[in-house]
């Protein structure tokens, strides 16, 4: 049996804690913040309005594996366009009713192969028009980086083949449910994953996997150092108290962990690892279906890059009557966006909204607003070699990086699921000790 320390409790951590704790090693979790979850919070205000950290979709099969199958309602209906000079197009067929679009993607399947940049990446794949007009501006408002410096492996992110996608949208109509279309990478997708949402919120999720953990989980106990002794992990320190450790398993943002880390440089690359910045303006307005879609991808003329009416998926969300707009405006931490009071940015996304919907102003009854200073990973080009890295471990013996900013990657919460559980399962496969720990599981079990 190993002592294992797990930094932070959100769904990374608190999985990998309970495969840990399956495989009969002896487990502690220690959550900065005073409440466990992580980016799987969910805010319900005075209201009746519930935000997540950016909308979120959930999958049955992640629900079914956390244990709370029958505690989700289904989501009915998922859709996305995109607007483009003041109209809407159904993503990604309608795009491919513009001729010039058509014309260009063609061109580029028989160009296809290159490598290099992002920007090298979309024009080959989607052709110049629809790379430079919607691909190409939307992937630098998320990333807040020019597509020239990304690294072409963000192509990864964008969800399957076209003829694929448009198989899982005809089965969505047929079964009268969400199919989940490009959310899960470490398993395949087919007709029967589709969108769930837990009744007490996504953190639901957390909870039912850290209930199992009995007593493991310590909240309000920061992490502020990693000690590693000759290239192996010997402990934490927490609170002012060493705790010693034969295995940590971290889930902070990657570009954290070498100053966590106490004893060993091997780290250092990953300072430099960015992550992007977002402002989420959330409107409450009066009505419903304001909106084409559930997700309105905007690539230019906005301070936004995305619209998100969750209401018309998971209208529990919203009391009766209501909806709301969620717009995600990336930006960096003391800029303009980040510092503008939530009035002004609500006034900011209402008078851009007036194009989308003409009588918002009528139907507006206020603001929630977040700022997460972490959101997404920025894949540049200047680091993808120590990225690619990074999949191999971090060269620190005992020591795992685990979850969305753990692994630096653009991964949703079935992924951190399945990709934890394994990254768990290959640590104890080459433990020396690994029967006498497997059958220490089997016999608790
Ligand atoms: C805008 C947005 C939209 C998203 N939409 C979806 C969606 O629709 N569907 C979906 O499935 N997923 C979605 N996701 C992704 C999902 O939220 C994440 O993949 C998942 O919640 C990440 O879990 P994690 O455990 O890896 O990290 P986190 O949830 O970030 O957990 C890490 C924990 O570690 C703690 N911690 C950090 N440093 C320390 C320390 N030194 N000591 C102790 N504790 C520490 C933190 O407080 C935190 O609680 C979205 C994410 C974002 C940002």
Not at 55 to 75: D, K, M, P, Q, Y
């Amino acid at each position: 049996m190993s002592r294992a320390v797990v930094l932070g409790a959100g769904i990374a951590g608190l999985v990998a804690a309970r495969q840990l704790e399956r495989l009969g090693h002896h487990v502690t979790v220690l959550e900065a913040n005073d409440s466990i979850a992580g980016l799987a919070a969910t805010t319900k205000d005075a209201d009746g309005f519930s935000f997540d950290l950016g909308a979120h979709f959930v999958t049955n099969r992640l629900a079914a594996a956390a244990g709370i199958g029958s505690e989700v309602r289904t989501v009915r209906y998922y859709g996305e366009s995109v607007w483009l000079d003041g109209r809407y197009y159904t993503y990604p067929t309608g795009l491919l009713r513009s001729p010039a679009m058509v014309a260009s993607a063609v061109a580029a399947r028989l160009r296809r192969g290159t490598t290099g940049t992002a920007a090298d990446w979309f024009r080959a794949v989607y052709g110049r028009a629809l790379a430079d007009r919607v691909a190409l501006p939307l992937l630098e408002a998320w990333s807040g980086a020019p597509a020239e410096e990304l690294a072409a492996s963000v192509g990864d992110k964008i969800p399957s083949s076209l003829a694929q996608t448009v198989f899982l949208r005809a089965a969505a109509k047929v079964t009268g449910r969400a199919v989940a279309i490009g959310y899960c990478h470490a398993l395949p997708q087919n007709a029967g994953v589709y969108h769930v949402y837990p009744n007490d919120g996504v953190a639901t999720i957390c909870r039912a996997v850290a209930a199992g953990l009995d007593g493991a989980v310590r909240t309000s106990t920061p992490v502020e150092a990693i000690t590693v002794d000759g290239g192996r992990v010997a402990g934490v320190r927490a609170n002012g108290e060493a705790i010693e450790a034969d295995l940590v398993v971290s889930t902070a943002p990657v570009n954290r962990l070498p100053s966590l880390v106490d004893g060993s440089d091997a780290l250092a690359p990953y300072e430099r690892f960015r992550f992007r910045p977002m402002v989420f303006v959330n409107l409450k307005l009066r009505g419903t279906a304001l909106l084409r879609d559930v997700v309105v991808w905007v690539p230019s003329g906005a301070p936004f890059f995305r619209l998100t009416e969750a209401t018309q998926s998971m209208p529990w969300l919203a009391p009766e009557g209501s909806t709301s707009v969620l717009c995600d405006i990336g930006a960096e931490i003391g800029d303009a966006h980040w510092s503008m009071s939530d009035d002004d940015l609500a006034e900011l996304c209402l008078e851009h909204l007036t194009a989308f919907v003409p009588d918002i102003r009528a139907r507006y009854l206020g603001v929630h607003v977040a700022r997460l200073p972490i959101a997404y990973p920025v894949f540049l080009k200047e680091y993808e070699a120590d990225r690619q890295r990074l999949a191999d471990g971090t060269g620190i013996d005992g020591l795992l990086s685990v979850g969305r900013n753990g692994e630096f990657d653009h991964i949703l919460m079935e992924d951190v699921y399945w990709r934890t559980v394994r990254r768990i399962q290959r640590w104890d496969a080459g433990q020396p000790s690994r029967s006498a720990s497997s059958s220490g599981a089997r016999s608790r079990a």
